[in-house]
């Protein structure tokens, strides 16, 4: 079965560290890949996402992430979080030709400490 | 840009009664829109995707009898829950998308049923 798999439930550190968060996916085909964020009260915000191209995508407020065919990874990369990166992520797929259906993983709580 | 709306964003209905959750698109077409439940503490489980003009696909185990959604515009869906009942208390999350794969979120709905 298709499946999209993110390795921390809950993530806690502090300000200044660096952060990596963990996606896997099980899909046979081309996929598309996306970083979501939903900070606390808000909707789902798009962070960056993977069609085709250079591996390596920066997205929004610093954040970057790495598609790794080989490894069916797109691991969630920041250099040095702020208080404000308190978030849940979600990692999502969809695979080409699915009228954009996306299959989400279960999210990582992120806090950050001050 | 790429706003997505809902409304309302909480409801609190009696079982047996039947709620409607307007999905809108305020600054482009969308012609497809997507349904999302969300558990506490869970991930976004897809439950339908309704393109403009025609059936909404449901995924396996939707009800779609229970769950009628109507994309009657190219910014507008609505998602019907019918004879609600406890069960279906949630928070129901609808998407759009703007160019291919890429969907933009609404703040989502919380629905209570006593």
């Known amino acids: 079965a298709q499946s999209v798999s993110q390795h921390n439930h809950h993530v806690i550190l502090s300000e200044a560290a660096s952060l990596e968060l963990g996606c896997n996916y099980s899909?046979?085909?081309?996929?598309?890949l996306f970083w979501y964020v939903q900070y606390p009260g808000q909707h789902l915000q798009l962070l960056l996402k993977?069609?085709?191209?250079?591996?390596l995508v920066k997205g929004i407020k610093g954040f970057e992430a790495e598609f790794i065919k080989s490894k069916f990874s797109f691991n969630l990369r920041k250099p040095s979080v702020q208080w404000s990166d308190t978030a849940e992520y979600f990692c999502?797929?969809?695979?080409?030709?699915?009228?954009?259906?996306?299959?989400f993983g279960a999210g990582t709580q992120v806090v950050v400490t001050p | 840009g790429a706003v997505v709306s809902q409304h309302p964003s909480r409801v609190i209905c009696k079982s047996g009664t039947s709620v409607k959750i307007e999905c809108r698109s305020l600054?482009?077409?969308?012609?497809?829109m997507f349904w999302y439940r969300q558990f506490p503490k869970q991930s976004l489980m897809l439950m339908a995707t309704?393109?403009?003009?025609?059936?909404?696909?449901?995924e396996q185990g939707v009800e779609k009898d229970k769950f009628l959604i109507n994309h009657a515009s190219l910014t507008l869906s609505t998602l019907t829950v019918t004879s609600a009942h406890p069960e279906d208390s949630s928070f129901y999350i609808c998407?759009?998308?703007?160019?291919?794969?890429?969907?933009?979120f609404g703040p989502g709905t919380r629905l209570t049923v006593l």
């Open positions: 998407s759009a998308s703007l160019e291919m794969d890429t969907q933009y």
């Open positions: 899909y046979g085909g081309t996929v598309n």
């Open positions: 993977y069609f085709s191209g250079d591996p």
């Open positions: 999502a797929v969809s695979v080409t030709d699915s009228w954009g259906k996306l299959q």
């Open positions: 600054d482009f077409q969308a012609t497809t």
């Open positions: 309704s393109n403009e003009g025609s059936k909404a696909t449901y």
